[in-house]
């Protein structure tokens, strides 16, 4: 009774601490994106790169039918 008493609560705070980093990831992650695709328009090469994300995108979606 007390491990899964410990392991309950172990799962619970990590969510909690995942939750309560979640907007900081959210924001990075939207930061990241956008410094990446202002990148690649500067240098040409937004078409090539949303087609290779689009090739992998349907790659993995594929992969679950």
């Not at 930061?31 to 090739?55: D, H, I, N």
Request: glycine fraction near 4%.
């Amino acid at each position: 009774m007390l491990i899964t008493i410990i392991a309950l609560s172990v799962a619970a705070l990590s969510v909690f601490f995942m939750l309560g980093g979640l907007r900081v990831a959210a924001q990075d992650t939207v930061k990241m994106l956008s410094e990446t695709t202002a990148q690649a328009r500067r240098a040409g090469e937004l078409l090539p790169r949303v087609a290779f994300v689009m090739l992998w995108t349907m790659i993995f979606a594929f992969s679950y039918f």
